[in-house]
């Protein structure tokens, strides 16, 4: 076990190379995954994310135990629910579209959640629209109640409306630390600082920004104070903050789901938060 991987950044990266833009067939992504298992980096990765339909296809592929994320509608998880790969970790449901009242669905995923007494994590993914804050304290009542639920937002995907601004993304945070609510994040994530896109003019968040403003919330940061985070764009400030605590457990934020797990760690390397370990000195025979 590789110690380059602090705990602030311990399963930070969860392995989505077979969701887009990235789209690797699965037969490329799960020795791809072993290797990222094995590397010096392994404690930052997390496990590899797969449509639920693909579950068979996995298990023919996968060595045994390994770690698996399963996506999926509530309808196609309930079908599956009986019989998922022994290596399930965690379970990752979309509860409604854009616009769309939250509370059913969340209703259904979670009737599906006490069927179950394996020890999966759960998450609800909510649209950050209309519905939001009732459908927060639906996750958080189930988390109260004992259950293993989180919530989980899309942060970038291929249109603008997709990406929330810095203050949307903000209060989020803190209506998530507020309800000591864990949440997940994915889409748009693929570097550590905010940035524009060259080939699609989107501007997308930065997951170090979100690492630094999720350390300022749980130390009791507001909304405005987290949004000057998140919106900017000089990396070596962040890379300061995050250094700092770099033994403190992550609070929050479980994590997000990359295409390319190289490109969190090429990041975070370039910026000193990880360290590759160097080769053991040859010794020299007198």
Request: net charge negative; hydrophobic share 45%; aromatic share 6%.
């Amino acid at each position: 076990m590789s110690n380059a991987v602090r705990p602030l950044l311990t399963a930070l990266v969860d392995d989505a190379a077979v969701f887009p833009p990235g789209s690797a067939d699965l037969e490329d992504a799960v020795p791809a995954h072993a290797a990222h298992r094995e590397s010096w980096f392994a404690p930052l990765i997390g496990p590899l994310l797969i449509p639920v339909s693909d579950c068979d296809a996995f298990r023919a592929l996968a060595p045994p135990g390994t770690g698996v994320g399963l996506i999926g509608a509530p309808g196609a998880i309930e079908s599956a629910l009986g019989d998922l790969p022994a290596g399930t970790r965690q379970i990752e449901s979309p509860v409604a579209k854009r616009g769309e009242d939250p509370l059913p669905g969340i209703e259904r995923l979670a009737a599906l959640m006490r069927k179950s007494d394996e020890p999966w994590q759960w998450y609800f993914e909510v649209p950050l629209a209309w519905g939001l804050m009732s459908a927060l304290d639906a996750v958080a009542a189930l988390r109260a109640e004992g259950l293993p639920a989180a919530a989980k937002f899309r942060t970038g995907g291929l249109a603008a409306e997709l990406f929330p601004t810095p203050v949307e993304l903000a209060a989020v945070i803190c209506a998530c630390r507020d309800r000591d609510l864990p949440f997940k994040l994915t889409a748009g994530l693929h570097h550590a600082i905010r940035h524009t896109d060259a080939e699609t003019g989107l501007v997308h968040h930065g997951f170090l920004n979100i690492l630094v403003a999720v350390l300022s919330a749980a130390d009791g940061a507001e909304p405005a104070d987290l949004a000057g985070i998140l919106a900017a764009t000089d990396a070596y400030p962040l890379a300061d903050q995050a250094r700092s605590s770099l033994d403190r457990e992550r609070p929050l934020w479980v994590g997000f789901g990359s295409c390319s797990v190289q490109d969190p760690v090429t990041d975070l390397t370039t910026l000193g938060l990880l360290e590759r370990p160097r080769p053991p000195a040859a010794t020299v025979m007198s």
